[in-house]
Every structure is written in structure tokens, then in C-alpha cells.
């Protein structure tokens, strides 16, 4: 399909439901005919990771499970493959891996553009705007004015609300938004609204600025003040965007701890944007630091609290994670707290090589609170549900490496979408190791461990095309969170993106690349020395565009 024809198509969307009346066979026609139309195989196009089929895409917003479906609602303009005016894409998944574009959700109206906020099951229909039988699903945004920022007014961004009684097909924007007006600060955005069962009332973390603010309603449409955390601690590069504020147990023990994630842009450790976070207690109004961890903040040069000399606890070290939230409403019997972040980067994100598309999402991950040397810390693991697009499983043989192997050669597998699992311990004069990841382009990725930093890496220098930003090039460091010999790890590769889960998903790192030609060679690289490989698995994954493996 040409660029004209699938303006054209999403034309269509627009006009048939630009007042979010029209009905829902018209709307999924609409998008049908445009998804069927898309190749799902031009360059640079992730296989198993989530994207827009055309446009442009950032935050994930509005993730909630209902009625058996993971919704996924995004920053997406559909005129552009540059940021614009945002509107609410819609996609759905049985699975978090498998999913289903749905029409465009909300639109912007009078009162703004659509920006970031999260979504959530009204079971006790608080709101009154569904029934007992029938409880709502309430979807909370920001409003952002541009006319009203251009004039030079301070309170161009509120909070508003739409409800959906159709599992989130069609949904009505509440009469009287917005429902909390700005109190006169330019940054006021991003609510992620929570049920609060201790204190029978919903809590919204909302990013104010350089800190956080949690407001509380009975109905969610009524709102209260209860106080403000942060802008003392943590790292403060930039403005604080898209919070989180989850309950985690302490994985191996009795223990319970609140994690408050802020997204940050600028101000990450490796430049640009990233996602750090607090552990501590919430009371129904205030967050509290635990001690341990605010110690650990403010530790200096700690390499638990620093990289490249930035301060923060983050929950991805990589370049290309950003705005990360969890999914509400996930089954108790489930447990998991499950997170999704975009891969991105604010620094070149409008930029990068892709045309008819632009961003993708990480994949989905799975989160745990775990005890480490350096205290309680987040650790991320691909959710188990990525087993639905496995393929072909190859073992590696247990050896001992001296100078390098070719794993791709060893294991016959020609791919670039894979999952890699490896197990390596090096010997007392080799302690810094690599996975090289190339092309027969000369281009390449590297993925290891700097024995003198202390510190995982990933090395894009020469990863192929980085023309279009001088800040995307380079080599980006994360600390190493575990004092065993043995180090593990998972490395998630998709054809323009790795994501490294070192030591059990405590320590993540995500980084995008473009290059000429897939990278479907795979080396394990000890430059000194020899180095143990106790174990190594690589799986295959499908491509979720494959025939028979779309969700139906």
C-alpha cells in the first residue's frame, strides 16, 4: 500500500469515528482493510515485538486486562511518522505476545490532544457510568491544549476520563471532563490510577513537574489532593513523566514493599530518556522511602547507584526503554505484576530509519522485588507467554572458550529473531567476555561484560545505519547486580533490538539498532584468557505476522 492509499484508509477511521459513535463493525472494517494491507516484512519491521501498522507510536497507555484480553492503548499519530497530535491507538492480546489492532480509541477534542494515563475496571461501578452488572472500564488521560500552551498559559494540561461498556471497543468521554483541572504548573500529566483496597478509595500517581503527586477519589471523578515525594531524591535530568505505584512482595520472604516507577526525560544514565524507580511504603497518602534504599541513592561513586556518573536506581540501563507502566487488574490468581515499556528514545526517536512506521514496544516482562548485594532491587524477565511463538530449540555443547566460537555455525541457525540463553564463568585472567551479534556487512553489536568498569555493556558504534543522530551511536554501561562467579544471560533478539537479561532480569538493558542486513551470526568473544560456557540454549522465535500465528 502507497503512502496515499493508506492515508486515505486511516481517513476512513478518522471520519467514521471521530465522535466515537460509529459502530463497531464499521470501525473494525476500517482497520481490517488497512492491517491486511500493510507489509509486516519491510526493513527494520520487529517480528514478535508489538508496532503501529502505520504511523507514529510512543507511551504505552491504558494497559488493563478484562474480560480475558490484555489491552494495549498507545501515543500514536496516525498522519505522521513523527510525533503530532496525539490520539489513543487500541490493540488487544490473549497473550502479550499475539495481538489484534483495534480502531483508534480517543481523539482529540476542544479541550486537547489525547496524552498518556492508564485505564482500569470500575468493578464496584464507583462512577455510576456503568451498571453492577456491567462495570465500566475507565480510561484516564491527559489533556494537553496546544492553543492554550502557545498563548503562554501555565495550566494547558488537566485530567479527563472516558468510560467503555463494550470491552473497550467504543468508548464516551465523560460530560463534564475535565476532572482535575490544572492548579497552574506547565508539567501536570500522566494519572495512573489505582484501587486502593486498604482505604476503599482509587489513588492516582500523577507526574507534577520534578516530583510526584497522589491525588484520591471515591469515584473517580472527584479529586484530592494528599501529598507530593521526590523532588529531593532520585535523578532529576529532566521532567518527570508517566509514574507507576505498584505493591510488590519481596520475592523468598514475608515481606511487602510499594515500588513507585518515574519515567525521566532527559536524565538517564546512558542519555536521554529512562524509567527509574523508589522502593518504600505507602500509607493511602504518602509514599516513604525505605532508609536502605534512600541510602543506597545517595552513595557516592556507589556503582549500585551510578553509571556515567548519573545518580538513580533504573529499572532498564539500556538506551531504548522508556515510559514503562504495569497492566491493571491482573488477575489475583495470576500475581504477576506485568510491565511493558516503548523502545525508544526521546534523543532520536523521530528520526530513526523506518518509514511506512515508527517504534515498537519492549516485550511484555514480568517484574519481582529481589533481595541483591546492594540492596532490594526490580528485576524484569520476558513473560513466560513468549513461549507461544518458540520454535526450533538448540543446545549448546558445554566448552571451554579460547579467543571465540561461533555459536550460529556451531548450532546451524541462520535467524534473526531469537531468544539465547547462556551460562559462562571466566577464569581468574579472563573476566570480560562478549556476544557479537554481525552481519557479512562488517556491521555488528556487541553485548558483554567490562571486567575494569565493573559493568555490563552494549556496543552499537558499528551497528549500522546511526547517520540520522550523532547521539545514537556509542557504548552503553549498566551495573552488575550479583557477586556470583557464574554469569547469566538471556538475551531476547529481535531484527532491530536486543534486550539483555543479565543475572536472573536483574540487571536489563534494551538497545535498537539498523542495520544494512540482518544480523544473523552469532559469536561468544574472550579476548583473554579462556572462558567457561557452562550452558547455552537458543529458541527460535516465530514471527507473530507468520500464517496460522496471528491471534484470531
Known sequence: MNKLSVMIALGAVLSSCGTNQATVENQDEAMNNITASVAFNEPHRPQFHFTPPTGWMN??????????????????NPDSTVWGPMHWGHAVSKDMVRW??????????????????????????????????????????????????????????????????????TWTKYRNNPVLKNP????????????????????????????????????????????????????????????DLIKMPVKGTNEEKWVLIVNINPGAPNGGSGTQYFVGDFNGSKFILDPDFKANLSAKPSIAATVNGQEGIWLDY????????????????????????????????????????????????????????????????????????YHKTHVLEAQ?????????????????????SLEVEPDASQKSFAVELSNSRNQQVL????????????????????????????????????????????????????????????????????????????RLIADKGQLKLSSGKLTELKSIYASGNQQE
Not at 571451554?400 to 539465547?420: H, P
Open 318 to 389: 539500556g538506551r531504548d526503554q522508556y515510559a514503562g507502566i504495569t497492566w491493571a487488574n491482573v488477575p489475583k490468581e495470576d500475581g504477576r505484576h506485568l510491565f511493558i515499556g516503548w523502545m525508544s528514545n526521546w534523543d532520536y526517536a523521530n528520526v530513526v530509519p523506518t518509514e511506512k512506521w515508527r517504534s515498537a514496544m519492549t516485550v511484555a516482562r514480568s517484574l519481582e522485588l529481589v533481595n541483591t548485594p546492594a540492596g532490594l532491587r526490580v528485576a524484569s524477565k520476558p513473560v513466560q507467554e513468549l513461549q507461544n511463538i
Open 447 to 522: 553485548i558483554g561484560y567490562d571486567a575494569d568498569r565493573g559493568q555490563y555493556y552494549i556496543n552499537r558504534k558499528k551497528a549500522g545505519e546511526h547517520s540520522f543522530s550523532d547521539k545514537f551511536s556509542g557504548i552503553q554501561y549498566a551495573p552488575r547486580f550479583s557477586k556470583d562467579k557464574l554469569f547469566s544471560l538471556r538475551l531476547v533478539v529481535d531484527v532491530a533490538s536486543v534486550e539483555l537479561f543479565a543475572d536472573e532480569g536483574r540487571t536489563v538493558m534494551t538497545s535498537i539498532f539498523f542495520p544494512d542486513e540482518e544480523f544473523t551470526k552469532i
Open 400 to 420: 571451554t572458550v579460547s579467543g571465540a566460537i561461533d555459536i550460529s555455525e556451531q548450532l546451524s541457525v541462520k535467524s534473526s529473531s531469537y531468544d539465547l
Open 100 to 169: 489484534e489492532h483495534l480502531p483508534i480509541a480517543l481523539y482529540p477534542d476542544s479541550l486537547g490532544m489525547i496524552f498518556s494515563g492508564s485505564a482500569v475496571v470500575d468493578t464496584k461501578n464507583t462512577s455510576g457510568l456503568g451498571t453492577a452488572e456491567n462495570p465500566p472500564l475507565i480510561a484516564i488521560f491527559t489533556y494537553h491544549d496546544a492553543e492554550a500552551e502557545k498563548a503562554g498559559r501555565n495550566d494547558y494540561q488537566t485530567q479527563g476520563i472516558a468510560y467503555s461498556l463494550n470491552n473497550g471497543r
Open 59 to 76: 507511551d504505552p497507555n491504558g494497559m488493563v486486562y478484562h474480560n480475558g484480553e490484555y489491552h494495549l492503548f498507545y501515543q500514536h
Open 184 to 243: 497552574g504548573i506547565r508539567d501536570f500529566r500522566d494519572p495512573k490510577v489505582m484501587w486502593y483496597e486498604k482505604g476503599q478509595e482509587w489513588i492516582m500517581t500523577l507526574a507534577v513537574k520534578d516530583h510526584i503527586s497522589f491525588y484520591a477519589s471515591k469515584n473517580l471523578l472527584d479529586w484530592k489532593l494528599r501529598s507530593d515525594f521526590g523532588a529531593d531524591v532520585g535523578a532529576h535530568g529532566g521532567v518527570w513523566e508517566c509514574p
